[in-house]
């Protein structure tokens, strides 16, 4: 799918459009700044520029996303008295995985002025948005 691209962009906008996305993978280091990240970010923008505030707000989805993944898959190991980790553990290697790399894509799209949408997250965004 083919994405345009927003000439009437900021440096700026596209600036923190894309830190949105790539300060979610700092969270990975400081507990819970995956989300607080581009919350905050959501919240500075909402009002300021549409571009930031719709790639804040579907990071954080798709961080959300991410996390209700990793919640089921411990339910599910839990429930089946361990024998689940056996989907679980390369369960979670493919998850971490996917959301390194659409988050990277992100970034970079958000960086070239793309309202590029993460799977998921990217559609739930633009309904909050345009509402």
């Given at each position: 799918?083919?994405?345009?691209?927003?000439?009437?962009?900021t440096?700026?906008?596209?600036?923190?459009?894309?830190?949105?996305?790539?300060?979610?993978?700092l969270?990975?280091?400081?507990?819970?700044?995956?989300?607080?990240?581009?919350?905050?970010?959501?919240?500075?923008?909402?009002?300021?520029?549409?571009?930031?505030?719709?790639?804040?707000l579907?990071?954080?989805?798709?961080?959300?996303?991410a996390?209700?993944?990793?919640?089921?898959?411990?339910?599910?190991?839990?429930?089946?008295?361990?024998?689940?980790?056996?989907?679980?553990?390369?369960?979670?290697?493919?998850?971490?995985?996917?959301?390194?790399v659409?988050?990277?894509?992100?970034?970079?799209?958000?960086?070239?002025?793309?309202?590029?949408e993460?799977?998921?997250?990217?559609?739930?965004?633009?309904?909050?948005?345009?509402?």
């Amino acid at each position: 799918m083919s994405y345009p691209q927003d000439s009437s962009l900021t440096a700026d906008e596209k600036l923190w459009g894309m830190l949105a996305h790539l300060f979610t993978l700092l969270g990975y280091v400081v507990t819970v700044g995956q989300y607080i990240a581009p919350l905050v970010i959501y919240l500075v923008y909402k009002d300021r520029s549409k571009f930031v505030a719709f790639h804040a707000l579907q990071s954080l989805f798709f961080q959300l996303l991410a996390l209700a993944v990793v919640v089921a898959l411990a339910i599910f190991s839990i429930v089946t008295l361990g024998l689940g980790l056996l989907i679980a553990l390369p369960a979670l290697v493919a998850l971490w995985i996917a959301v390194l790399v659409y988050t990277i894509i992100a970034a970079i799209q958000a960086n070239n002025g793309v309202w590029y949408e993460l799977p998921f997250a990217g559609q739930l965004a633009r309904n909050i948005l345009s509402a």
